[in-house]
């Protein structure tokens, strides 16, 4: 169910710029991977996200879980709930710590949601974990298209990618938005996890390939969704159609929710690569401190110097 779409109490705003930072550093969940756990964060919380809804996981409780998870692994990355524990710190020391992080990033989020993400963060019940769609694992090992226009030759950028990792973050990026547009974040969620089902077994030509199979497209993609959909048990199954029928247009409060997130992590994908490109040394050695504070930083800057580095 939409609720009122707060975008006109704020003006024109199509989107609310306050929380530009926090989704740019959040975009990096898809990028950072530990030994011992397989693919990056973004591609693992996506299957936590399946595993619990395949249970029968309620869809709000689903998002606010994943969703808090990954703005505390924006600082934290890997030391989660269950490193932490593996690590000796008892629940109430692990939860201060999960806290920690969630709390250097989330000023901006909407005060309301905030609390119950950070709620969430820490409840004591895990969230369910059912048997995975078999989709889950071909969505993070399809790779997505890079930039592609009709008409020229498309640029790839390496490492690129996979779907499981883009939906996870719009869904994520969706509910932190949800709010500016009075949108159900639950609803927001499903469907952006669910948004690239047809990418299961189509290969990703993006924009160009869509336009090369001209009348093809439309069938092609609804047969290859209805495939993933029949995976799922009648109940889930009309739990993510209904959520999916936002996908066509902005003309919901989620729908806007949901193509602002996918607009917006579209493109923070390309200019993680540009920033990457464009990096010097005096933001590393002086904004970023690498050579940092501690008992032998005057010895290192010494050895530095007289290597003459950078």
Not at 276 to 304: I, N, Q
Request: charged share 20%.
């Amino acid at each position: 169910m939409s609720g009122p779409d707060s975008g006109g109490a704020r003006g024109d705003a199509a989107a609310p710029v306050r929380l530009r930072a926090l989704l740019v550093e959040l975009n990096d969940l898809k990028r950072i991977r530990s030994a011992g756990r397989r693919g990056s964060i973004a591609e693992r919380l996506f299957a936590q996200g399946w595993s619990a809804l395949a249970a029968g996981g309620d869809a709000i409780v689903v998002a606010e879980r994943v969703t808090a998870t990954a703005l505390a692994a924006a600082r934290l990355g890997d030391l989660d709930a269950a490193f932490l524990a593996a690590a000796g710190l008892s629940e109430a020391e692990a939860g201060t710590v999960l806290e920690r992080g969630f709390d250097e990033v989330t000023h901006e989020v909407d005060p309301a949601l905030r609390a119950r993400l950070r709620a969430a963060l820490t409840a004591p019940d895990p969230l369910p974990a059912g048997a995975l769609p078999g989709f889950v694992g071909l969505l993070a090992a399809q790779p997505r298209a890079g930039v592609t226009c009709p008409g020229r030759p498309r640029i790839l950028l390496e490492p690129p990618e996979n779907h499981a990792e883009h939906c996870l973050m719009v869904a994520v990026y969706g509910v932190v938005l949800s709010p500016f547009y009075g949108a159900d974040p639950a609803t927001v969620f499903v469907a952006a996890l669910a948004h690239h089902l047809h990418n299961v077994l189509m290969p990703d030509a993006g924009f160009t390939g869509e336009v090369l199979l001209g009348a093809h497209l439309d069938p092609v993609i609804a047969r290859m969704a209805a495939r993933a959909l029949d995976e799922l048990d009648p109940a889930l199954r009309r739990r993510v159609e209904s959520a999916r029928r936002i996908l066509p247009d902005d003309g919901t409060a989620e729908g806007r929710a949901f193509h602002a997130a996918d607009v917006i992590d579209r493109v923070l994908q390309i200019a993680q690569h540009l920033r990457a490109a464009s990096l010097t040394m005096d933001t590393v050695l002086g904004e970023m401190a690498l050579v940092h504070d501690g008992p032998v930083k005057g010895f290192h800057d010494r050895v530095l110097a007289d290597m003459r580095l950078p």
